[in-house]
Each structure stands twice: as C-alpha cells, then as structure tokens.
Antibody
C-alpha cells in the first residue's frame, strides 16, 4: 500500500529546531520527487521545499535558509530539518509525492496526513 | 513568483447544481495546473492535473479546463460528499503556488 506517514511535530519555542520525518511505503522515496507543503491554522496551502529524484533541492524564498530537506534511502524516509523556528512557522506540515511532468515536477498525487508544528513560548 | 487568483472564496449551492471555480495565473503556465479537494482535518486530495486530466478514481462529475493564464474547475451535479475546500496550484515554475481556496457548502 502506498502511504506517507509524517512524525516529529510538536510544541517548540521560538528559535528552536525540529526535524520532521515522512516514512514512505509502497514506493522508493529516492526515485521520486518529494515535497513538503504546509498549512497554517485556518489558512491555505503553502509550498515549502522539494527534493528531486537526482538529489537537487529547492526551497521557498521565505524560509531564508532555515529549513533543509533530505532523504534516507535505507529507511525510505523523507526529512525536513527546521531551524530558527518562528511563530509564523506554526502549521500542519504535509509531505507529498509529485508526479513527473514536462517541467520536471508535476502535481502532488500522494499526501501524508500531516504533522502539527506549533512554535510558541 | 506566480500569483494564483482563485474565485470565489466561498460558494453555497444545492445538491445537483453545477459549480464552477476559476483560477487565474499572473503569467502563462501553459497547462501546468492542478486542483485539490481538502476536507476538514484531512490532507488535500489530487483531483485534476495538467489542467484537465482526471486523477484515477476521481468521479467524472469533476472536470477542469483552460490553458495559459485562465482555468476553470467544475463540479457537475454537486453531491453532499463534495463539501470541501478546493485549491488550484501551478507547477509551471518554482516556487509552486496555490490559489487561496474556495470553500464549497450546501445550500
């Protein structure tokens, strides 16, 4: 069964760090484009980062270098290391698999259930 | 960044009605647009990609059209289980950007 399961969320103080994990089953994470998308409480969807099958990574500009996306082939898991967290990073964080498109990355066809990150003192 | 302007932000319709949502991109994205359905407390679900291709398993009452900068999403014959928020998203250019969402309710 194809499944994505995010873990690692929780309550963290401003300035702190957190690492989110996305355990993948049913396909190989390193052979696919994988992304993180977040959703602040009561708000819309916001793309965060992507890692290409070849290993290249891209990030939303507003992150300003605070987050790092990575993957572990042996654990078939995607990660998001989040540093210097701010209140505005409070959101549900989803991992998602992207289809291939002519531009490279296409639509997100498989999503996890999300993990909540709350940044507050 | 490409801005995605989605309208309306909410709508109320009766069961069986035809519902239409529009999404306008701030620049040409060819057909690199998809539509998601999100129910409260759930992850988004892909309904349509490449502007008009129905994802496997999605009911045929959902459809999409458009190219360039103007796109339309339609639900033919609204059903009670279609109550959700719908989002468009462009993947023609990084950063990927979403529309603001349309909340669909039953009248």
């Amino acid at each position: 069964e194809v499944q994505l399961v995010e873990t690692g969320g929780g309550l963290i103080q401003p300035g702190g760090s957190l690492r989110l994990s996305c355990a993948v089953s049913g396909f190989t994470v390193s052979s696919n484009y994988m992304s993180w998308v977040r959703q602040a409480p009561g708000k819309g969807l916001e793309w965060v980062s992507v890692i290409y099958s070849g290993g290249n990574t891209k990030y939303a500009e507003f992150l300003k270098g605070r987050f790092t996306i990575s993957r572990d082939y042996s654990k078939n898991t995607l990660y998001l290391q989040m540093n210097s967290l701010r209140a505005e990073d409070t959101a549900v964080y989803y991992c998602a698999r992207a289809l291939e498109a002519a531009t490279g990355i296409g639509a997100f066809d498989i999503w996890g259930r999300g993990t909540m990150v709350t940044v507050s003192s | 960044d490409i801005q995605m302007t989605q309208s309306p932000s909410s709508l109320s319709a009766s069961v069986g009605d035809r519902v239409t949502i529009t999404c306008q991109a701030s620049q040409d994205i060819t057909n690199y647009l998809d539509w998601y359905q999100q129910k409260p407390g759930k992850a988004p679900k892909l309904l349509i990609y490449d502007a008009s291709t129905l994802e496997t398993g999605v009911p045929s009452r959902f459809s999409g059209s458009g190219s360039g900068t103007d796109f339309t999403f339609t639900i033919n014959s609204l059903q009670p289980e279609d109550i959700a928020t719908y989002y468009c998203q462009q993947y023609g250019n990084l950063p990927f950007t979403f529309g603001g969402g349309t909340k669909v309710e039953i009248k």
